[in-house]
Every structure is written in structure tokens, then in C-alpha cells.
């Protein structure tokens, strides 16, 4: 019923930024949280950034605090992670989420629709 559709990904060297983009299909999820997620190899999904439908409860992840910023447009529904001053570390196929519920999240198991995901490749 709901699709997530990522874009945005790519290759950069360290210190390079990226931005990306989740569109939200179908049903409007009224007054959802959502959230970005990411897999590196080797390693079990992490959580990196989630925010609320009035953007007023933010979390992030410690290892992208000041780095990374999510943000969305509920008109045009869209989610959005600005991701800064990126590092090797931060290699990772990166999902975008979204829950039925308002409170926003930091557990995986918290959302209910996810998106099919996107490469990010940061170069040292």
C-alpha cells in the first residue's frame, strides 16, 4: 500500500557530502515518524536519524551527530538526510522507513514500511 522509493546515493570521496531523498507513494501516512537506516558489510542494520511529522523530536545516531540532518516535507512527502563531512565508516546501503505511528523511533522494529534501499560509497 505504501511505498518508499530512495534516491540520492552514490560515490564520494571522505569529507564529501550527499543527499538523500525518500518519496513517499500511495496513502498518506498522517502525522507518521520516519526514519533512515543503514547496513554496511559485514554488520546488522544500524539506526542512523529519525524525526517526527512536526520535525520538533529528532534523533541521530552518535556517530553522525553534527554530520548528518534529516528533514522532511510533509506537503510533497518527502524525506530527506543531508549527510556532511562523510567518512569511510559510513559505507553502507541506506534505507528509509516509515511508521504508522507518530513517536518517533530508533528501533528497526518500530516501522513498518521500508524502502528498498541505496548505495552509499565513501572513498578514504
Known amino acids: 500500500q505504501v511505498w518508499l522509493v530512495p534516491s540520492g546515493g552514490g560515490s564520494v570521496q571522505a569529507g564529501g557530502s550527499l543527499r538523500l531523498a525518500c518519496a513517499v507513494s500511495?496513502?498518506?501516512?498522517?502525522?507518521?515518524?520516519m526514519g533512515w537506516f543503514r547496513q554496511a558489510p559485514g554488520k546488522e542494520r544500524e539506526f542512523v536519524a529519525a524525526?517526527?511529522?512536526?520535525?520538533?523530536?529528532?534523533y541521530y545516531a552518535e556517530s553522525v551527530k553534527g554530520r548528518f540532518t534529516i528533514d522532511r516535507d510533509n506537503d510533497k512527502k518527502m524525506l530527506y538526510l543531508q549527510m556532511d563531512s562523510l567518512k569511510p565508516e559510513d559505507t553502507a546501503v541506506y534505507y528509509c522507513?516509515?511508521?504508522?505511528?507518530?513517536?518517533?523511533?530508533?528501533?528497526?522494529?518500530?516501522?513498518?514500511?521500508w524502502g528498498q534501499g541505496t548505495q552509499v560509497t565513501v572513498s578514504p
Open positions: 522507513a516509515a511508521k504508522i505511528g507518530m513517536v518517533t523511533s530508533r528501533d528497526e522494529h518500530d516501522y513498518e514500511y
Open positions: 500511495g496513502p498518506t501516512l498522517a502525522r507518521n515518524a
Open positions: 524525526n517526527n511529522w512536526s520535525g520538533d523530536r529528532i
